[in-house]
């Protein structure tokens, strides 16, 4: 004003600014001032899919086997997907779909099979094995390492991925073709598409499209936060050890012979730089029976983070040409290992809903996708939830809640049904 500059606030518009100044736009130095309108590009595709995690990446890769041709919006940069240390245990169902979408080599040369898990609680210690009562395993092949092979198949297909997009919005979700806009490197873009998978996550936009009148949230958040680190140590046993402890719940896990990953409760006040290294080992070898604690090998940790628990699930999973998929839908304790295989059973539903609709014209798997999946997702929401309960401290419940568990623990060694 008066060809002095001011400081504009930050994200403030050319109309608020110039609210209530009468020369801001005439005076010499605003005259010099224009703003360049970039051109939209646009582009048409059958499916756009928001989120370049697992489940968007999965999608994304099973339906151009099939014919069916997305592009996936991710708002972080490759690296940044590559670098997020999360999920270790995938289950039969991911197993399969990941054969189907053939990006099952690797895994099957360097994941683990594992054929049970020890579940620790005092002094006790018991197996369960899932080959022998289930005739299945699981692999131990970490989320890091399947989301870098869905990667590379999807660049070796020529799938089209686009990164760092910025302010992704879904329009006309009611009508015949919806649309969905974003900025990437400060353009603008638009895509018209048949349908809209919304796969980015809990904290994506994809979810909130859905108007709040039609969408119902259900949500428990638990009083305490998983502490976890990563350690370039030897995995103190070659099977996964849950741990229920008076002091609190201990996970012993592992991505490879010489990779460690390692959780404890902690408070939900606590922040990683409160627990040293030491601090951390002290706290788990007292979790653990002792014939564990002894033989554990110790380390620099290499990742250091907390986790809040939360159950949450977000009905219903389709509205219009929008569906949901994964964590975007749903969020459980990790103490069961379901979320990724969660995700998974939604991915598997809606790919083969699609699939029918585009190879037959029936739309019956699309329309019956969200009951199909939620009933899934609540199976899985109630397996967490009770694990979660059966094997962390609740101080809340006191000595009796301690009792209760080591009851159903008990019950648990000698049942082969429960
Ligand atoms: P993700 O992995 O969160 O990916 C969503 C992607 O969407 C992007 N995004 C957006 N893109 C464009 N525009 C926007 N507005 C966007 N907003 C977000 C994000 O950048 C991201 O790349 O969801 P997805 O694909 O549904 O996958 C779900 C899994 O990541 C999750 O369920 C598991 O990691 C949960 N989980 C575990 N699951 C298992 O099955 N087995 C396990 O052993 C297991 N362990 C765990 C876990 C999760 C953990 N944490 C940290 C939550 C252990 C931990 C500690």
Sequence with gaps: RNGRL???????????????????????????????????????????????????????????????????????????????IRAGVLERGLLGLMKEAGIG????????AHDGTLISYGDEMFRIDFKELTGHSIMVYGQTEVTRDLYDAREAMG????????????????????????????????????????????????????????????????????????????????????ANSERGFALCSMRSENLS????????????????????????????????AE??????????SIAPLRSFVSEPMRWGRLFLCGDAAHIVPPTGAKGLNTAASDVHYLYNGLRQ??????????????????????????FSWWFTSLMHHFPENGDIGQKFQDAELDYLVHSEAG
């Design 6 to 84: 001011r400081a504009a606030p930050a994200g403030a518009s050319m109309l608020e600014l110039s609210a209530g100044l009468d020369h801001c736009f005439t005076c010499a130095l605003c005259a010099e001032l224009t703003i360049a309108r970039p051109v939209m590009s646009e582009r048409t595709t059958q499916i756009v899919i928001i989120g370049g995690g697992p489940s968007g990446l999965l999608l994304s890769q099973l339906l151009h086997k099939r014919g069916i041709q997305s592009v996936v919006l991710e708002r972080k940069s490759k690296d940044y997907v590559l670098s997020r």
């Design 159 to 242: 799938g089209q991925i686009e990164y760092n997009v910025e302010d992704v919005e879904i329009h006309d979700l009611e009508s015949n073709a919806a649309t969905v806009t974003y900025r990437q490197d400060g353009q603008p873009h638009k895509i018209s598409c048949d349908f809209v998978a919304g796969c980015d996550g809990y904290h994506g936009v994809s979810r909130k499209t859905i108007p709040s009148e039609s969408r119902k949230e259900y949500e428990k958040l638990y009083p305490f936060g998983w502490l976890g680190i990563l350690s370039r140590t030897p995995p103190v046993s070659h099977e996964l050890i849950y």
């Design 357 to 382: 609709f585009y190879e037959t014209g029936d739309a019956a798997g699309i329309d019956g996708y969200s009951e199909l999946a939620l009933a899934r997702v609540w199976k899985a929401e109630r």
């Design 105 to 112: 080599s690797r895994m099957a040369r360097e994941g683990f």
């Design 261 to 292: 990953r390692y959780y404890i409760q902690c408070d939900l006040s606590d922040r990683p730089e409160d627990w040293s290294d030491a601090a951390f080992w002290a706290e788990l070898k007292r979790r653990l029976p002792p014939e564990v």
């Design 295 to 304: 033989k554990m090998v110790t380390g620099p940790s290499i990742e250091k």
